[in-house]
Structures are given as structure tokens and as C-alpha cells.
């Protein structure tokens, strides 16, 4: 008899941010034990092995103990794990996290040719630019979601603010007392320039300015910039902060 908790694990797979394989065993023993796991057909487990290190680019690795690979070749095997019995449905929780810029990257293109392949991947992450790459959005904030949505649809939901980006050395030990200007709703560090959200552009481009100029800084640049998400971000849960505390 079939239990309901395999009927799901057989049409979902699911990958941790904690690498959860056996550092002990090598690429290909850890393939061939998830193949037991989910119960693959014997005349199925060759094929879906060969799958897998291709996939994964750790053809060459297979005899490769697993703690001795690089983070980023270690969650290859990790997802070509959990996707080795073919599920329907995908989720990744921080698939990137620890893993340099060209492996990230190079995982999202593993992602890309999953969900072209007809596979609904959900993905948590931090990386806003991450979040970029997905087709819907659920931003959270302390346990509760805060708004669903496309990134475009998202980015439309805050269209009566405008972000200005100020770039300059010094700016950094003003952002407190900047954040208390009255034309500012916030004032958060992005790289090596200040994400200002306003809601009348103008009006607070002049008050920065004089402000700027009041502590003597005059080597800056300020310009206005289409929100990011994680400017949409910081402003949703302002706006959140707003209404429970009761401000317009």
C-alpha cells in the first residue's frame, strides 16, 4: 500500500540551504543512494545517474569523494539529488547561498532549463537580484507575507514614490540624520551609494542638496533611478509600519 507522504515525495523534490548529502560517499554513490530513496526502477536508475552528471557537469567527478568539491559543484549535486526522480513540482530553499557570482549564476541557468522543461520551482531567497529571475514573487516580512505579485506588478505597487541615488564620499556618517529630513520616507545603504525613497522627487533633490551643502559635502552626485526590489521591499514594509502605527 502506498502512503500519502511517498505519493508526495515521489512528485516533489526538494532541496536545503544546509548541503544535506553525505560528504563521505562519492558524486556517484550519492546519486545512486537518492535513486533508492525514490524507489527508481533499476532499468531507470542508469539513465537517470547519467542525467544527473551531465546536468550537473560532474561527469569527470564521479568518483570524486563529495567533501572534497567546491561549494558550487556540491549544490549541483545536491539539486541533480533531488530532482533525480523527475517531480512535477521543485523547491529550493537559498539554493545560492555561500556559492561565488559565476556559480550563482550558472545554477540560475540550471533553474531556467528546469522550469522550460514544464517544472514549477519555488525558490526562497535573500538576494533581491535573485528574485529578479522569478516569474511571480512573495515578499515576507516577519513570518507574513507582504505582497504577491510580478516583479513589474510589484515595482507598479509603489509608483507614488520615486527613489533617488546619491553617490560621494562622507555620505555614509550623515544617514541618520538625513533619514529625519521631512520630504524623506527612507534612507538605505545599496552598494556604495544611499537609496533615498521620496515622495515628491524635487522637493526632497532641494532639501538633500541644501542639506549637503550645510555639512560642507560637495563632491556628490544625485540623480533619480527606477526602484529596485529591494527598494519596492523597504517601502511595502514602510508602508506596513505606517498604517499600524496609524500614519497617513
Known amino acids: 500500500m ?4 511517498e505519493n ?11 548541503f544535506s548529502l553525505y560528504d563521505d560517499l562519492t558524486v556517484e554513490e550519492n546519486i545512486d543512494f537518492y535513486s533508492g530513496i525514490y524507489k527508481i526502477p533499476q532499468e531507470r536508475a542508469s539513465e537517470r545517474k547519467a542525467w544527473v552528471l551531465e546536468m550537473a557537469g560532474l561527469t569527470e567527478r564521479r568518483h570524486n569523494l563529495t567533501r572534497n568539491l567546491a561549494t558550487g559543484w ?6 541533480g539529488c533531488a530532482i533525480i526522480h523527475e517531480p512535477p513540482v521543485l523547491f529550493l530553499d537559498e539554493p545560492t547561498s555561500g556559492v561565488d557570482p559565476l556559480s550563482r549564476r550558472q545554477f540560475w541557468d540550471l533553474i531556467y532549463t528546469l522550469s522550460e522543461r514544464g517544472i514549477t520551482v519555488f525558490v526562497t531567497t535573500h538576494y533581491m537580484d535573485e528574485a529578479e529571475n522569478c516569474h511571480r514573487l512573495a515578499l515576507i516580512h516577519s513570518g507574513k507575507l507582504s505582497a504577491v505579485g510580478t516583479p513589474r506588478e510589484l515595482r507598479r505597487s509603489i509608483r507614488d514614490r520615486s527613489v533617488l541615488v546619491l553617490r560621494g564620499p562622507g555620505i555614509f556618517q550623515w544617514i541618520e540624520e538625513m533619514a529625519r529630513l521631512e520630504s524623506l520616507d527612507e534612507v538605505a545603504v545599496f552598494g556604495d551609494s544611499l537609496h533615498i525613497i521620496v515622495h515628491e522627487s524635487e522637493r ?3 532639501e538633500i542638496r541644501r542639506f549637503l551643502g550645510h555639512h560642507a559635502l560637495s563632491d556628490f552626485d544625485l540623480e533619480q533611478a527606477e526602484p529596485s526590489l529591494e527598494d519596492v521591499f523597504v517601502t511595502l514594509i514602510k508602508k506596513q509600519k505606517d498604517r499600524v502605527e496609524g500614519q497617513p
Not at 502506498?2 to 507522504?5: G, I, P
Open 2 to 5: 502506498t502512503t500519502q507522504s
Open 8 to 18: 508526495i515525495k515521489e512528485i516533489i523534490g526538494y532541496m536545503s540551504q544546509r
Open 74 to 79: 556540491k549544490q549541483r549535486l545536491a539539486l
Open 204 to 206: 526632497a533633490d532641494s
